[in-house]
């Protein structure tokens, strides 16, 4: 890419990985004269121009975008050149497709946030769609996809207490790695020696957290405890850090623990759980197909997710997420609408369908990035919507298959409030243990400060005095960002 005019490398990178993923995009040095895109930005009176001129395999194509400013401050003119700049970016480059992406022009992956922003009091579905349509030249099924997801979060949004949060407890060890996975995740042949002194340290931070939540009289809308997998913890350790939990945070209105890989789960564990009131847990098949899991590198079986699956039924009143992957080696449009059938036929009360994608930390990352066509995720979705399950959060990622999305389906008011809460950064969200982002939000998530934990396990012990003393510290944040 040549930048004439602007800095805005990242808007246009973003545009050029989700219209041609498999090209590589850099800038003016890496450039060959057969592949480039040549962005100029002017300004001509008030307005921002945004002028475009792409050329791959000997052919050009070009774009345009003039946008009058929308407001004064240098946050306001930024938000205006860099959507001029992917408008222009995407109305010459998207030339070069066989046809136009679902999600059009829209980089983000949070699709529903800009309605949430730009329909506060409420998002009507005409006006809605033209915004989608207009701005971003998004698919009459996405536009609809968004609209119902953005009104789900506006509808928690306004259900929140005021000095509300959630909370984040990551658990960094795994049975094995995945090949999709770019988690920060060991196997416990690798880090297994790790989980005592990395337990002693998340209790302290449990207990930090706590303190900080006192201090400042907040509360606990939902806590979320994902990883890694939480299951690769005996049933005493999930005791006691669910005792520390209990002990120390504010009670939540909602408890999830992603089980996870069937293979962790047994019933002493579900059991511990159930005591400690958590309400919500994952069991993640990811595909219902054997020999799919194998070339990912999964180590339980179909039969295994199912049993599990019946057993988390008869230990408690759990409400159940389950995931599927699309796009994953070996599988095909028929393999995935057969796991979804089997997944319906269990009646999980959530069902979550993402799509492949391949991140740098994983080790599948090299090769073709594949296809896969949204109409192998439209009879998905209507296959789990005639049997009674609803859209209610979505999210994209850079690399993913399609260039699609993440969907999570609920029946009845059975949605996992932390899903949208982090999602839609609707509220603080303290994160605690190895590679904790907490997000400190306000204004409906337009200003976020972000505190990060060490990544790996190891640092994070080595430091655990320095975090405990941040956790404790936390009210300073939040008075600062909610005044």
């Known amino acids: 890419m040549i930048l004439q005019g602007t800095a805005l490398e990242t808007a246009v990178h973003e545009t050029l990985v989700c219209l041609l993923p498999e090209e590589r995009h850099g800038l003016a040095e890496d450039c060959a004269q057969e592949g480039r895109v040549t962005v100029s930005l002017t300004r001509e009176g008030e307005d921002f121009l945004c002028r475009v001129q792409a050329v791959r395999g000997g052919e050009e194509k070009t774009g345009e975008c003039r946008l009058p400013p929308e407001g004064d401050s240098p946050l306001e003119q930024k938000r205006v050149e860099t959507r001029a700049v992917k408008t222009a970016v995407y109305r010459a480059v998207v030339g070069f497709l066989p046809q136009p992406p679902v999600w059009g022009a829209m980089s983000g992956v949070k699709p529903a946030k800009p309605l949430r922003q730009a329909f506060p009091q409420g998002i009507e579905e005409e006006a809605a769609d033209a915004f989608l349509k207009e701005r971003f030249f998004i698919s009459p099924s996405r536009r609809k996809l968004a609209i119902r997801c953005a009104r789900m979060a506006q509808q928690l949004e306004r259900s929140l207490q005021e000095q509300t949060g959630a909370l984040y407890i990551g658990i960094p060890f795994c049975p094995s790695k995945c090949v999709y996975c770019s988690f920060v995740s060991g196997s416990t042949a690798q880090w297994g020696h790790l989980i005592p002194p990395y337990l002693d340290a998340l209790c302290r931070e449990v207990e930090a957290a706590g303190e900080g939540f006192r201090q400042n009289g907040w509360k606990l809308d939902s806590i979320y405890m994902g990883g890694g997998t939480p299951t690769t913890l005996t049933a005493a350790q999930l005791d006691r850090l669910l005792t520390a939990v209990q002990q120390h945070l504010p009670h939540p209105r909602e408890f999830t623990v992603e089980a996870g890989r069937p293979e962790t789960i047994t019933r002493d564990k579900l059991e511990v759980l159930h005591r400690h009131g958590v309400g919500r847990i994952s069991i993640n098949p990811q595909s219902m197909h054997d020999g799919v899991l194998q070339n990912v590198g999964r180590l339980h079986t179909v039969q295994q997710i199912e049993e599990c699956y019946r057993m988390a039924r008869q230990v408690g009143n759990f409400e159940i997420n389950m995931d599927l992957i699309a796009g994953l080696p070996g599988d095909d449009e028929e393999g995935l609408?057969?796991?979804?059938?089997?997944?319906?036929?269990?009646?999980?009360?959530?069902?979550?369908?993402?799509?492949?994608?391949?991140?740098?930390?994983?080790?599948?990352?090299?090769?073709?990035?594949?296809?896969?066509?949204?109409?192998?995720?439209?009879?998905?979705?209507?296959?789990?919507?005639?049997?009674?399950?609803?859209?209610y959060y979505l999210y994209r990622q850079k690399y993913i298959a399609g260039n699609l999305e993440n969907v999570g389906f609920a029946k009845g008011d059975t949605i996992c409030r932390y899903n949208i809460l982090m999602m839609e950064e609707l509220c603080p969200v303290v994160a605690l243990g190895a590679g904790g982002v907490t997000k400190i939000c306000a204004d409906g998530g337009r200003n976020i400060t972000r505190l990060t934990n060490p990544k790996y396990p190891k640092e994070y012990i080595e430091h655990s005095d320095e975090i405990c003393k941040g956790k404790q510290k936390l009210e300073l944040e939040f008075a600062l960002l909610s005044d």
């Open 337 to 391: 609408l057969e796991s979804v059938r089997r997944l319906i036929d269990l009646q999980p009360e959530n069902i979550t369908i993402h799509c492949l994608a391949r991140k740098k930390g994983s080790p599948l990352r090299f090769g073709p990035q594949g296809q896969l066509p949204a109409r192998t995720l439209d009879a998905a979705y209507a296959m789990l919507e005639q049997a009674g399950y609803a859209p």
